[in-house]
Every structure is written in C-alpha cells, then in structure tokens.
C-alpha cells in the first residue's frame, strides 16, 4: 500500500456532519508520538515542536499543546504526506493509519511502499505535479541521493540545502487552491511566470500586475504568489548561484581570498570603499559578478534534456577523413593521447571561452564597455553545441572603463576553478544513467576578435611582429607615406620551394626573391619557454595596470610582442595543447570585405588606394601605371570602377540580387550613396562568399575578378560545415596563392595584418575543425541578447546578472511544462514543416505519400485544368514506384511514358489482383480530379514559394534545383497536393516547374566556382512535374553589367535548408553551406 493511501486520514478530518473522525485523531496521535522522538523536541524538553498546519507551514517552532489544537481545528498542510519535518527525510518511513499500528510497525517500509519523491507524486494530482516532482527532484540530486540513503540513519532536522529542497518539493505539490483540477500547483503557476517574462524580456512592474491580478481573479483560499519578488524567492530555489567580488578602481587586483579583509588595494593603494556616513554600510568603489561554472556543469547532467548527450562527442561515429565537430579534430585528439586519464571518462566536459565588449548603451549612448567571459560546452551534439541556452556566461567584467591588459585580474576566480576541476573534478548525479561520477573539466582554447586575442593570449596584436604565428620571422614593414604596418609581400614564403613566383623580383618588391621556408609552429611549452626567457611577467603577481610601456620586457616590439605572461598558463595542461587561441574568422573575413569594396569604388576617408598609398609606391613594386605624374594626377587603377560601373553594380545589388527568406538582410536598404554602409557581419559574409565569385566578371579587368572571385571562394570553402582533410589540405595550398594573385593587383598599403591572418585558417581549421564553433557569431549575438537584459540603466551589470540568472531558471524548467504550454523554444518557427508526415493504417505505402510538409498561404481547392497535367502527374508517380510493377524496365517505361503508360498500367493490373498492395490499387486509379493548390510549401527546411506569389518580394524563394545524372533548375510554378480515391485516401504533394534546358553549354554552363543557366532558354520536353520531397532550393542572381548582351545568364547559389538535421544531429543555419564542392585549384596570373 502506498504512503498516500496510508494517510489519506490526514486530508480526511470532518465527516458529513463536521465532526472529528476518529480515524484522524488515531493517525494525530501516531504523527504526536513521531515528533516527540526528534532530537531537537527532546532538547526542548518534550515541549516544542514544528506546526504543520496550514497557516505556520513548519515555519514556526510551537508549544506541542498548541500544534496539537492548531492541528485538530485546521488540519494539515497540503501535500505533507512525508513528515520530512518530523522524522522522515526523502525515502523516510511509511507510517499506518493508526497510532497504534504507526508504533508497532516501528516506522519500516510497507510492502507496497512507493518512493514519493523519485517514483509518483499524489495520483489525484495530475501529470503536471509529476513534472514538477521530477524537475525538483533533478535540481536538487545530492539533497534527494542524500535522503535515499538514510532509511537506517537516526534521524536529524534537514540541514538547509535539504530545508530548501523540501520546501521546493511542497510548493511542486501543493495545489494552486482547493479543488484545482487542471494540477496547477503553487510552484509550477510561479515557473511558468517566470518563463513568461524571460522569454518576453517583461518589465518587473508589468509582472507584479500579472501577479496581482492573476491572484485576484482566483478563489480566495489559493496560494499563488502575488508579485514578482514572490516568484522570484520560489523559482531561484532551482537556480544556480553567483557571486560579487571587489575590485579595485583602477582593475589593479580583486578584493578575494587571502585579500578579502584588504581595506585599499595593494599596488596603487587607493581605498577599497567609498566614504560614507556614520552607520552606513560600505560600498566599493567597483565589483565584478562571478557565476560559478562547477554547479552550471552539473545542471547539464541534472536535466533530461541533456543529460545522456553529453557523451555525444565519445559515441558518435565520424566518416573517416572528414571532420565536422571538434571531436573530430586533431588538437581534440591529440590533447586524449596526452591526457588518457581525462579522455576516459566520456562524461568529462571541454569547454571554449569566449570574450569581448558591448555597450549596453548602444552607439549613440555614453562610452560604456562591459566583458562577459562566456563558456560553451563541446560535449553535445552539433544540433545544441553553441546554442544560447548551453552559452554560460561566467563573469560579467563592470564598466564603464575597458579592461585592457587587466583581464586576466578579474580571469582568477574562472582560472581557480578550472584548476580545482582538473585535479579534483566535482562529484555530479548523472540523471541519464542515475549515477554519481567524478565530473572534470578542460578549457580546449578561447574564442575572440584580433584585440581580445592580445588581451587573452599576451602577444601584442598590432605592430609589425603583431602575428602570433609568425612571431618574430615576419617580413612586415612601415609605410613611409601611410605610416602603418604593411604585411605585402609576406606570403611567398608560404609556396612550395620550387614556385615560380619566389624567384620573381618584379611583380611582388622590387628586387627580392624569397628562398626562406613558411615559419615552423612552436609547440606550447617552446612557448611558455621563450614567455619565461624574455621575462613577461603575470598581470596578477603586478598588478593590473603595471603593464605599461616603461615596464615592458627587454626586447619588446623588436624581438618578441609578449606584454605578459597569460594566466592560461596557470592551467596544468595548457602547454600541451595544439590550439589555445582562435583567430576569428568572421572579423578576418570582413576586413578583407571592407578593404575591396572601399578601394574598388574608391571610398573617400575608406579606400586603401589613397594618395599617400600611391606615394608609397615607387619605393616598394615597379608598377609605373600607378605611380603619381609628375603633375601631380594620380592614374585610375584597374580595380576601380568607373561611375557607369558603380552605377550598376549598386542597381544589380538593390534590385537584382535576393535571397530565400532569412537568408541574409534586404541588400537593397545597405547601399546609401555610392557606397554600401550599414552591412552587419553577417552581410559581409554573405555578400562575400556568394556574389563575390561572380559580381565583378563583367565590370572589373579578368584578372581583378579572378582575385577577388578566389578569395571568395576560399573563405565560402573553409566555412563549410563538414570538412575534410584533403578540403583542408588544398585550401593551405591555394591561400598562398591567392594572397599572391592580389598583391599583384593592390598596392601595398591594402595588406594589413587581417589579410596576413588567413594564411593560417586552415592550419587552425585542421587542428581546430569547422569555423562555425570557434567563430564570434553565436556570442556576438548571446552578447546582444544580453545588452537587452539591461533594464535597469543605472545598475546595469546587476540588471544584466539577474536577467541571465532568471534565464538560466527558466531553460531547466520549461522543460519540464505540459507539451501544450507554449515558450519561446517551442513555438514552431517560420520555416516550420509540422514534423510529422502522414501515416497510413497499413504497412509499405511509398515515403512518397508520408513527406513531412506544410501548406501555407491562401489554401484552395480546384479542379485539374488540363487532362496532360493529370497524366503527367500520375506519370510522375508510376515512375516513382515503378519497382512495384512486375515486369516493367526501365526502357520499356521510358518507351511507354510518352504512350499514356499510366493508362497502359491500370490496364494491365487486375483488379483485386492481391500481387500488388492495396496502396497499389488505389494509385493507379488515378488522383480525383479535385486538388488542393497553395503559394508557399514548408518541408525539410526549405520554404517554397511559387513564381507568381514570390517574384515581387524582397526575397527570392522559387529556384528550385533537382538532383540527378544531368541536375535540372528551374522556376517553381505550382504547389499542387493530389489525392487518391479509396480506403487509404493517398495524398502527396507536386511542384510544376518551368525548368530551363540543361543542355551544358547551351543552356548551362560550369565555371571554376559554380554553375549559370541561360534565362532565354527553355527545357524543350514537358515534364513539369517533380515530387515536392525531391525539390532543393536555389536562387537564380544575375550579373552586374554594362553592356548589353543577347545571352543573359543567372549565376545559380545554392541554399543550405535552415534548422534540419544531417547525419548525427547536425544544425544548418543559412549562411553555409553543409559539404564543400570541388575546390579549384588557384591559379597563377598571367
């Protein structure tokens, strides 16, 4: 029997004529007897004990006679099944239903006795309770395994984390009112108000009136919290903790540990705490917020949402040769085979760091600059590795100033706690498999932009040794004009000994050739040698701001960049990893944007081919077409376009150019006279990677475009989401290559150390993996999220701080919602399919009839408008199923297709025949003559339009591409479902198409870097239908150009479909594109 059908007296005081049930005087007495045993109701003389009823709750220690009266008179608290009060901790004893059988059963199990906290909440409670039992129960696993192990432990009171737990336990329990049928409970109403305001950014005010208002609308008697201060205390029982920490007013040091008590700081001596009245409390002149990291590792192993993918990483299966996560890649590998012990235990956690500034101002408030240190997990799938929900943000670093070579003051805390989680780990309830483990964690590298590299890593990021690859064997030098660092020329080197280009002394400096092998990469401990040789001292051991110019090691700027010794350095395994520091490829990638764009339409203030560029010149290359006259004109270069030119690459780029819908910004609202401005990141990278293979083929000279075309190229090839190793292999090749191409072309002052720094993505690539989970992306836009977490503008850093912490509440318990509660994660996005397909009451019908898909837009029913279309449709799906039909080749139905072969089918099938399947049957009857039409189709990620809805938008999402021996492209014209007649009721859906001929050379042509088809020319078969499951997505783009031509050919892009899953879970966002094409191989110019 279980516990609540053992004390249902409890909750059963009053018969139908108000008096006192004998049974619940006998189980009072029972509960009596317990309570006196108690250790701390023996310390009180047998005279005090808690009140369990419900107006104290168990919050007020009571004289035992005045319990016993407030017990007879109101009864029970709701829910108070497990005295955990009074006796019983979680799995504490089953007591009878009676005083006399409570003390002779001595307080043992019953038979049927069921675990109240792990197994089944009051069953008259609804699945809702469930939940919340279950979320409770995963929050809190070493309070829960605490109490499940002391069924022969003399009893104690619950220390607080046990108080805590049992108090959350009853508020998922307790009912939002007597009688609530629909299995509200005081907790779950509060966590799903907190989802509200999180998942809504919602204003406190606006909350507190919810609260009021929703606890007003209620029966009087109901427990529901009435102002957000109230849900608040409730839910961050499930929270997770954080922390302050002082620091001092000019960053030199943090008030913490053994400098706690420190009443100024220890380098620059000023005070600690601002000067305050008598009886005030003190208030630092600044402090950091610290969230720490080991409890936010276990919440991962505490949910069921992530708690058996965190050994994703160890139980994938990977292709060999190709590399599509980090786990895949050889730093990855490399850092298992040094460290076995680690490797062993799947369960361990690889984390990345991240970091850089925001004003949560924005650009046209006051100068504030805040740095989060951010953290991601690499353990889970590509699906939820780098998703917001799994970013933690660590430490949020306090503003107004900028941290500068301080950084690593406020690291200390994160840097501690890391080393404790590589010694001795922390020990973590895994709730996948219910079981406690040793967790341990490895921080495998950081992620930032080039000045934050510097920051983190300690290697000064500008100057001419300002590569930290290179280090010191670099071939940078000044401009005497420009007065900046020039990285021309610095790339031969990287060629094969034996290239052509090494021993050339004119289209590079004039007079030079290079013999000297590409620089050798220094393993870490070389490193950490050299940092200790040169004597780089830690930002910690002198102070935050001793970093100055006076104070730099012998050497600097000439010899070496270290301004420091980088408290990464701290961590014990961090020499002997492959790869520490990323270079972010997004920043890189839109330098070189910025660069060509601004010296390709001559950008005033913006272009690289300036007058003190062209002063530059003569000195450095023997190019004497460029060189200003001795009248001072300055010669109009080949890779400036000319006002006709311009004119129409920004007409090309506002009217022509579109994207499918999400892709990339509307373009045409980013040019803004005659030039393009206000192009977000991500614009950059599209604009590059998409439209630079192709945009400058009729405007520039062949050799421009072939340069600018390659480097495209190369950034859309290193950015594919799978990479392979002989894709890596040939992008270290053709780099070099290309950087060569363009020093030819642009002057000098055009190479600064952004376009050095892609000659060594790939390398990074290789020991790294794929871009997409070492770039600024996805914190970029976490960093953004929180900028909007900033409600209060006076107290910015705590508004930040309790935003993500309610944040991080709200992740952990929206899971465990009813599946109709709607949240932010749930609510089906815009290319949403429906997920399911149809589903049949037989087995064997074709997955050509169960595509997941979804209509959308104005939904009609018509009738078939031409006979041909109807036959041509039940062709289409005779062809599909053909290997059903007995007898029939391939040759005979392509013979037959144009002879009504599906009229030649249904004649040749008997009816009834039970050969074929009922499906059978009923397809070749032939669809009724009713169909459903709709303007846009959602399936597999994609979302369709057809021409006529879609050709007057701003985007572009009727190209459609078919796959085969010969690929066709073509218009979509039609979105058609079709049904069958009969007991099934088969429906599929079709696309009719207006394709164009695929006749190569004639109607479409290859070129090194994708495909055109000719817009004039069409496929002269009819064969418009396809099936919609077959259908992948592509825009058509034409090419920006002057003259006229009687050819006009569309370059084809082809589009990745948005949020599917490939392979092992593997998200696809937009921008990339999932395996990279055969790369071309870059060529010399001629």
């Known amino acids: 029997m279980s516990i609540y059908q053992l004390r249902e007296w409890m909750y059963n005081r009053q018969d139908s004529d108000g ?105 008259n409670y609804g699945s809702e309770v469930h939940r919340m039992h279950e979320m409770v129960t995963d929050a809190f696993p070493e ?205 361990n956690v690889y984390l990345g760091l991240c970091t850089d500034g925001f004003s949560p101002f924005g650009m046209s408030g006051r100068q504030y600059s805040l740095w989060p240190i951010i953290l991601t997990p690499y353990n889970l799938p590509p699906d939820m590795c780098m998703q917001r929900e799994f970013l933690i943000m660590s430490i949020l670093i306090p503003g107004p100033k900028h941290p500068r070579r301080s950084l690593d003051v406020f690291l200390q805390p994160l840097i501690e706690e890391l080393k404790e989680l590589w010694y001795t780990g922390a020990r973590t309830y895994d709730l996948s498999c219910k079981r406690n483990f040793t967790m341990r964690a490895v921080l495998m590298w950081t992620i930032s932009d080039f000045p934050a590299y510097g920051m983190l890593s300690g290697w000064t990021t500008h100057g001419r040794l300002s590569c930290p690859y290179c280090l010191d064997r670099t071939d940078a030098f000044q401009l005497k004009h420009g007065r900046k660092t020039s990285w021309f020329d610095c790339h031969r080197r990287f060629l094969p000994l034996n290239h052509r280009y090494r021993r050339n002394n004119k289209l590079f400096k004039k007079n030079k050739t290079v013999r000297v092998p590409p620089p050798v990469i220094l393993s870490g401990d070389a490193i950490e040698a050299r940092i200790d040789h040169y004597g780089a001292e830690s930002t910690v051991r002198r102070g935050g701001n001793w970093h100055t110019p006076a104070n730099m090691p012998d050497g600097y700027g000439e010899q070496h960049n270290w301004h420091k010794k980088s408290i990464f350095w701290d961590l014990p395994y961090w020499s002997s990893h492959l790869l520490r520091h990323n270079l972010d490829v997004i920043h890189i990638e ?27 010149l003569p000195e450095i290359c023997s190019r004497s077409e460029l060189h200003i006259t001795h009248e001072g004109e300055v010669p109009v270069a080949i890779f400036q376009l000319r006002a006709a030119e311009k004119l129409s690459l920004f007409k090309w780029a506002t009217a022509d150019v579109k994207f499918p819908d999400g892709y990339v910004s509307n373009l045409s609202k980013c040019v803004q006279g005659q030039k393009f401005s206000v192009m977000k990141s991500h614009d950059c990278h599209v604009f590059m990677e998409r439209l630079f293979p192709f945009a400058f083929a009729e405007l520039l000279h062949p050799e421009v475009h072939a340069a600018i075309a390659a480097i495209g190229a190369f950034f859309r090839d290193l950015c594919t989401r799978t990479l392979t190793v002989d894709v890596i292999c040939k992008l270290q090749e053709n780099i070099p290559m290309v950087l060569c191409n363009m020093e030819q072309i642009f002057p000098p002052a055009f190479f600064d150390v952004m376009e050095h720094l892609a000659v060594h993505l790939p390398y990074e690539a290789e020991l790294g993996g794929p871009v997409h989970y070492r770039w600024m992306y996805t914190f970029e836009r976490f960093m953004g999220y929180l900028k909007g977490k900033a409600k209060n503008l006076a107290r910015v850093e705590g508004s930040i701080v309790s935003g993500s912490l309610s944040q991080e509440t709200s992740h952990f318990t929206d899971f465990y919602f009813p599946s109709k509660v709607r949240t932010r994660k749930r609510v089906p996005k815009r290319y949403d399919d429906g997920g399911v397909g149809r589903s049949y009451p037989m087995d064997g019908v074709p997955n050509i009839f169960s595509s997941v898909g979804r209509l959308g837009g104005c939904i009609k029913e018509v009738w078939w408008a031409d006979e041909n279309d ?15 039909i007995n007898g029939v080749t391939d040759t005979e139905l392509n013979k037959r297709k144009d002879q009504h072969f599906a009229s030649w089918i249904k004649a040749s099938v008997t009816p009834g025949d039970e050969a074929y399947p009922q499906w059978f049957h009923e397809l070749i009857k032939g669809p009724i003559w009713r169909i459903t039409t709709a303007p846009m189709y959602c399936t597999r990620g994609y979302v369709f339009h057809t021409f006529n809805y879609g050709n007057e938008r701003a985007t572009a999402n009727y190209g459609v591409c078919v796959k085969g021996e010969v690929d066709f492209y073509g218009m979509l014209q039609d979105i ?67 003259r006229t031509s009687e050819i006009t050919w569309l370059s084809v892009v082809k589009v990745s479909p948005r949020g599917t899953i490939v392979g092992d879970k593997d998200d696809i966002p937009p921008m990339q594109q999932d395996h990279c094409s055969v790369i071309a191989e870059a060529e010399e110019n001629t």
């Open 976 to 1042: 058609i479902e079709v049904q069958y007649p009969g007991m099934l009721g088969l429906r599929c859906i079709l696309f009719k198409c207006d394709w164009f001929d695929p006749t190569p050379g004639r109607g479409v042509r290859e070129n090194k870097y994708g495909v055109d088809v000719n817009q004039s020319r069409r496929y002269n078969k009819f064969e418009p239908f396809i099936l919609a499951s077959q259908a992948e997505q592509v825009t058509f783009v034409p090419y920006p150009r002057v």
């Open 590 to 616: 839109k330098n070189f944007f910025d660069n060509i764009m601004h010296t390709v339409l001559n950008v005033k203030g913006k272009t690289k081919d300036s007058v003190k560029s062209r002063l530059d």
């Open 19 to 123: 008096l006192l049930r004998k049974e619940f005087r006998d189980g009072l007495e029972g509960f009596m007897y317990q309570a006196s045993t108690l250790q701390i109701t023996i310390e009180s003389g047998n005279k005090y004990m808690y009140c369990p009823c419900p107006k104290c709750m168990n919050r007020k220690f009571l004289l035992f006679s005045r319990v016993w009266s407030h017990l007879l008179n109101r009864g029970f608290m709701q829910n108070y099944y497990i005295w955990y009060c009074h006796g019983e901790g979680h799995g504490g004893n089953a007591a009878s239903s009676s005083s006399s059988n409570y003390i002779n059963e001595g307080m043992h199990f019953g038979e049927n006795y069921v675990d109240p906290v792990l197994e089944h909440p009051p069953v």
């Open 870 to 884: 109807r036959h041509n449709a039940q062709t289409e799906f005779c062809r599909q199923v053909r290997e059903c």
């Open 143 to 347: 309070t829960a395994s605490t109490f499940r192990d002391t069924h022969n432990v003399a009893y104690e009171e619950p220390n607080a984390d046990a108080r805590k737990f049992f108090d959350t336990l009853a508020a998922a329990d307790q009912p939002l009112y007597d009688g609530c049928t629909k299995g509200h409970t005081k907790l779950s109403v509060a966590a799903r108000m907190m989802t509200l305001k999180t998942d809504g950014n919602i204003s406190q005010f606006i909350m507190d009136g919810w609260a009021d208002l929703i606890k007003d609308i209620l029966p009087d008697d109901n427990v529901a919290t009435d102002s957000y201060y109230e849900i608040q205390k409730l839910v961050f029982s499930l929270g997770l903790p954080s922390q302050m920490i002082d620091v001092c007013v000019d960053n030199c040091m943090l008030y913490w540990k053994d400098d706690d008590k420190l009443q100024e700081c220890r380098f620059c001596h000023k005070p600690r705490y601002k000067p305050q009245g008598r009886g005030r409390n003190k208030v630092p002149y600044q402090r950091m917020w610290y969230l720490p990291i080991k409890d936010r590792l276990r919440r991962l192993y505490q949910s069921e949402r992530t708690a058996g993918l965190m050994r994703w990483h160890a139980d994938h299966s990977q292709t060999e040769g190709e590399i599509r996560h980090p786990s895949d890649a050889k730093a990855w590998k490399h850092f298992q085979a040094v460290h076995p012990d680690f490797a062993s235990e799947k369960r």
